[in-house]
């Protein structure tokens, strides 16, 4: 992780099984009985408070809210809302790659991710939902 990363709240992978295991024991009503999360995100360059999940169901994002961070917003957006989405590869000048997701009834939710990160597998994982 380098300091842009961190700076420019860049997302870097995250073991799923890890982050469906913290879910299911502190928030277990957040993740549904059959529901199994795929891929896993962390901000800040996997020091961040904030994730994303892709789940067997939807993208779960938690975003940690205010100075103390007690405060925690979850958006679900369930595949079926996905009206289209686009990625964008690291370029020289510009690291990161991104994901922009088109929500109905919720509009654009854009994720950067670390050089780290393979954005086509993303791409994959949303070509089969």
């Known amino acids: 992780m380098g300091m842009i990363d961190w700076l420019s709240d860049n997302a870097e992978s995250f073991d ?16 549904l009985e059959d529901e199994h999360v795929v891929l896993a995100f962390k901000d800040r360059g996997g020091k ?7 789940t067997t169901h939807r993208i779960l994002i938690k975003d940690k809210q205010g100075l103390t ?6 958006i679900s957006v369930p ?3 996905i009206k289209a989405y686009s990625i964008e590869t690291a370029g020289r000048l510009d690291s990161d790659s991104e994901l922009k ?7 654009r ?3 950067d991710f670390t050089t ?3 954005i086509f597998e993303l791409n ?3 070509n089969r939902c």
């Open 109 to 111: 939710i854009t994720m």
């Open 48 to 54: 961040g408070r904030d994730s994303s999940s892709f």
């Open 16 to 31: 799923p099984k890890e982050r469906e295991a913290t879910l299911r024991e502190k928030v277990p009503e957040c993740l």
């Open 124 to 126: 994959d994982h949303l």
């Open 116 to 118: 780290d990160v393979n």
């Open 69 to 74: 961070g007690k405060k925690t917003e979850y």
């Open 79 to 81: 595949y079926d809302a």
């Open 101 to 107: 997701v088109y929500v109905s009834g919720m509009g």
